[in-house]
């Protein structure tokens, strides 16, 4: 039975008074998700939701994905700073890997992190709590639109949290957005990189390790948001960490370049599959081009140089693995992220692709396996490519 029942219950918003409409529709002993869509954003290929899941009269969970394995990934790694070591970093990888393997709920994967040393409560309750706010810092300026409930009664439990109080929590996001309005003379957008005042660092006189450490964060020519992410950081964090500086002249800050970026490249021999990928990926905001004959891929790959390749196991001519090799063998097409591509959930695919050097990424086999596909997708493309500036929904903060 599926545990998601759509509602009657739904409201609409003007601008700015989306809190009280929450205060008022939260603290009604729910349990399930109360889905936003904005006005603003109608124009999207790809309609962005914003759920914010309750249970209870309390928050617990902030995303654009319903809470799953994929979301209790995505906010360790997001949030969590140990998870910046390598070791970490690759046992969590083996958790996921064997929790999709056996379709474990994401309770049970919890469970597993938490026996293991990888998070315990606290942290998993700091991360949770950056989340929301850092959506509610972006959704609450988002405008004007409206909202319905959908029913989840597992969320409680596949989510075993207290949540967040949110009269508390509101109110802090109301704060938060005061600061906000202060540092935008000197934070204008997040998706801004900074740039370092040489000239004024050497006047400043500052210590050594504090030079270094402010040089440190600019070289990377990355944007304030990835820069929060990079550093595991609250995205305000960061912003008043800059804004200090720019203040006293230290750094400026610049667009990012609008170089025509190098598309996403997906080859499989199925038309529906093709046609699904420009879908999906042109809709998180990626460049894509298809390729359907691989004896022809490799001429098109030295073409394009893309930014990445999803390549499909099982292909007449020239199979998936075969074309890894060639393009491996090209110095120029080397160090492109390669993704394997199969419909087959097999271990011995997934370990084959990792010897390889590529992600492994399973087709949806039925319409339930599409909304984890798609999670999956963003996340690889996020990992590999990075987050395009036009799909963002940070890219509407303060611009």
Not at 41 to 55: D, P, S, Y
Not at 97 to 105: F, G, I, K, P, W
């Amino acid at each position: 039975m599926n545990r998601l029942i759509a509602t009657a219950e739904q409201f609409s918003f003007p601008a700015r008074e989306l809190p009280q409409q929450l205060l008022e529709y939260i603290q009604d002993g729910k349990v399930g998700y109360w889905e936003h869509q904005f006005e603003r954003l109608a124009g999207r290929e790809q309609i962005l939701h914003w759920n914010l899941g309750i249970a209870n009269g309390q928050i617990l969970y902030s995303g654009n994905r319903l809470w799953s394995l994929q979301s209790l990934m995505r906010v360790i790694y997001r949030y969590g700073i140990h998870t910046r070591n390598d070791l970490v970093r690759q046992k969590l990888e083996q958790l996921k890997a064997q929790a999709e393997e056996q379709s474990l709920h994401p309770a049970e994967l919890l469970a597993q992190m938490k026996k293991i040393g990888i998070i315990n409560d606290s942290q998993l309750l700091k991360a949770l709590k950056l989340k929301v706010l850092n959506d509610l810092d972006i959704y609450l300026m988002m405008g004007s639109g409206n909202a319905k409930f959908i029913i989840d009664r597992d969320l409680e439990v596949q989510l075993p949290v207290a949540g967040f109080s949110p009269m508390i929590l509101l109110d802090e996001a109301k704060q938060r957005q005061l600061l906000w309005e202060k540092l935008q003379p000197q934070v204008p957008s997040m998706n801004l990189i900074p740039v370092l005042n040489r000239q004024a660092l050497a006047k400043a006189h500052l210590p050594a390790g504090q030079q270094q450490r402010i040089e440190n964060l600019v070289q990377s020519q990355l944007t304030l948001n990835s820069i929060a992410e990079e550093m595991a950081k609250d995205t305000l964090e960061i912003a008043e960490m800059f804004a200090k500086l720019a203040r006293v002249g230290l750094i400026s800050f610049q667009p990012p370049k609008k170089d025509t970026p190098a598309p996403i490249m997906v080859i499989d021999d199925s038309p529906l599959i093709l046609s699904q990928f420009q879908h999906w990926v042109g809709g998180l905001g990626y460049p894509v081009v298809v390729c359907q004959q691989s004896q022809a891929a490799l001429a098109s790959i030295v073409e394009l140089e893309p930014a990445a390749i999803f390549i499909d196991i099982n292909m007449p001519g020239i199979s998936g693995f075969e074309l890894v090799k060639q393009i491996r063998t090209q110095p120029q097409l080397a160090t492109i992220p390669l993704v394997i591509l199969t419909g087959e959930q097999k271990l011995s695919n997934r370990w084959r692709a990792q010897w390889s050097g590529c992600d492994f990424l399973t087709k949806p086999l039925a319409s339930a396996d599409v909304e984890g596909f798609q999670v999956r997708l963003e996340e690889l493309l996020v990992k590999l490519v990075g987050t395009p500036i036009s799909a963002s929904p940070n890219n509407y903060l303060h611009n």
